[in-house]
């Protein structure tokens, strides 16, 4: 296994579109997390799932962002009518169920909206 | 506050000890991580402690936790170049909306030849 892996590695929109992001995680790792991070901040939670379920969201996250693990497995965040101020790069993690939470970064995805 | 606190800077000779330091808000706080981010990267877990213990040391790294203040620290034996990068303090915590992760500010470590 090579680890977490995030498609595309970098998206430019134009603001209003609609973008969705793929993340999938190691496998047999129940656990997937969605962060933001801007430039000089660490990573902002948004939301995580255990196997399928969506079990957290962050209150801070806006409507016009969805995430879906339809099978447990591979995991999609959609954000609709972007703004600028969703630029940023958008970061997923999987840890196992047990144990200490430790999280596995994939690289990330570079999202800017013009 | 809410938050995760770690001053933003440090910057150190080659072959010297790095002591870059957090502090943290929860005392319910289950586990505390470090990551290193190196430019261009993905977050790279480098140690983590569980809150009932008070030292961790894995090769170059030792971590000290002290509860009473809140207080985590990240000690680098003989830094090397290589080890630039921005170190994270991490804590996974549950409060009234349940489980969440929360990241500091990141200290960007500099090492001088």
């Known amino acids: 296994d090579t680890g977490v892996s995030q498609d595309p590695r970098h998206k430019i929109t134009k603001r209003g579109q609609n973008v969705t992001f793929r993340c999938d995680p190691i496998s047999e790792h129940n656990r997937l997390y969605w962060y933001r991070q801007t430039l000089g901040q660490g990573p902002e939670f948004l939301t995580y799932?255990?196997?399928?379920?969506?079990?957290?969201k962050s209150r801070l996250l806006s409507d016009r962002f969805s995430a879906e693990r339809p099978k447990g497995s591979f995991s999609t965040l959609e954000i609709q009518r972007t703004e600028q101020g969703d630029s940023a790069m958008y970061l997923c993690?999987?840890?196992?169920?047990?144990?200490?939470?430790?999280?596995?970064f994939g690289p990330g995805t570079r999202l800017t909206v013009l | 506050g809410e938050d995760v606190e770690q001053s933003l800077f440090l910057s150190v000779r080659e072959g010297d000890s790095s002591v870059i330091n957090c502090t943290y808000t929860?005392?319910?706080?289950?586990?505390l991580y470090w990551y290193k981010q190196e430019p261009g990267a993905g977050l790279q877990l480098l140690t983590y402690?569980?809150?009932?213990?008070d030292m961790k040391q894995d090769q170059r790294l030792t971590v000290l936790l002290n509860k009473k203040d809140k207080h985590l620290s990240l000690r680098i034996a003989d830094t090397q170049t290589g080890d630039s990068a921005i170190y994270f303090c991490?804590?996974?915590?549950?409060?009234?909306?349940?489980?969440?992760?929360?990241f500091g500010p990141g200290t960007r470590l500099s090492v001088l030849p």
């Open positions: 993690a999987s840890s196992p169920e047990a144990g200490t939470d430790t999280q596995y």
């Open positions: 402690i569980f809150s009932n213990m």
């Open positions: 991490a804590e996974s915590r549950r409060d009234n909306y349940g489980q969440n992760f929360v």
């Open positions: 929860d005392s319910s706080s289950t586990y």
């Open positions: 799932f255990q196997n399928e379920a969506q079990l957290e």
